[in-house]
């Protein structure tokens, strides 16, 4: 039987949103590229971080047009934008990729807190602009989630009590839920911990060895953080933060994402 979440209209677009995707898909010059991304990632009503965005442009005449575009756009279609920007950096020197990761830790830390969805896009600017060591996969005779050892377990429970906090509402008891729903094929048999949402370290540590699972696994287990928080909504529809969360865990991960998932969002057009 079809998932219903297929059958579920698209996000749409307003004509003010339209005209921000137009002015966007003419966005080249290195400086407006930066300072769009970097707006992109600012938390709404943040004045420091909106100070430290304008400190990180000072210079660029059209930094405050590029912010104006920016906040035209809907939720459904901030991270799709990321993404495409992100993908116009990657060919930029490498120096210049890494000086606007570590502008983007400036921006989203000037407030003095970094929210777990804060965490996850630095780590897909890291993932798209960076030059990382890749993981070494496991063998590929693991092919399915029963076959992982109970190290690589654990650390699969560890990053879903991290994007516990976003998904499905952001709710403790609702996160603590999800987490249950998603890891009780192995709770009982493999002896695995209850929800505990790890620190930035220990979710880093987690995510390393979550990436080295065999690549047909890492679809099924992004399948599966979506099915459960698709099961907890009824509506069918996600919250904004947890469909992003799961987006942007996807990427991590290198997968492909859901087309229950890509319900949520209005994408540009390719470049």
């Avoid at 420091?48 to 035209?72: D, F, I, K, P």
């Avoid at 060919?91 to 407030?111: H, S």
């Avoid at 190290?151 to 991290?162: C, D, G, I, Y």
């Avoid at 929800?195 to 679809?219: I, K, S, T, Y």
Wanted: with cysteine; net charge negative; charged share 25%.
């Amino acid at each position: 039987m079809a998932d219903p979440a297929l059958h579920l209209p698209r996000a749409a677009l307003t004509d003010d949103e339209r005209d921000a995707f137009d002015h966007l898909a003419r966005l080249h010059g290195p400086g407006e590229l930066r300072a769009t991304v970097l707006a992109l990632l600012l938390t709404p009503e943040s004045q420091r971080e909106r100070r430290a965005w304008q400190a990180e442009t000072r210079g660029l005449s059209t930094a405050r047009e590029w912010h104006a575009t920016v906040m035209q756009l809907s939720r459904a279609s901030r991270l799709p934008w990321l993404e495409r920007l992100l993908g116009r950096l990657a060919k930029a020197p490498l120096g210049d990729r890494q000086a606007l990761v570590e502008a983007a830790r400036r921006v989203m830390a000037a407030d003095g807190q970094i929210r777990p969805i804060d965490r996850l896009h630095w780590l897909v600017l890291r993932h798209r602009l960076g030059d990382p060591v890749r993981a070494v996969a496991q063998p590929a005779a693991h092919t399915e989630m029963a076959d992982l050892s109970l190290h690589t377990l654990r650390e699969v429970a560890r990053v879903t009590a991290f994007l516990s906090r976003l998904v499905p509402t952001g709710e403790p008891v609702a996160g603590q839920g999800w987490y249950l729903a998603v890891m009780s094929p192995w709770l009982a048999s493999h002896d695995l911990p209850a929800c505990q949402p790890p620190d930035a370290d220990g979710f880093f540590n987690a995510l390393a060895e979550v990436q080295a699972m065999p690549w047909m696994l890492r679809p099924v287990l992004v399948r599966g953080w979506l099915e459960q928080a698709l099961a907890l909504s009824p509506s069918r529809r996600l919250d904004p933060d947890a469909a992003d969360a799961l987006r942007l865990a996807g990427q991590l991960l290198d997968c492909p994402m859901p087309p229950e998932l890509a319900r949520h969002y209005a994408e540009p057009d390719a470049d």
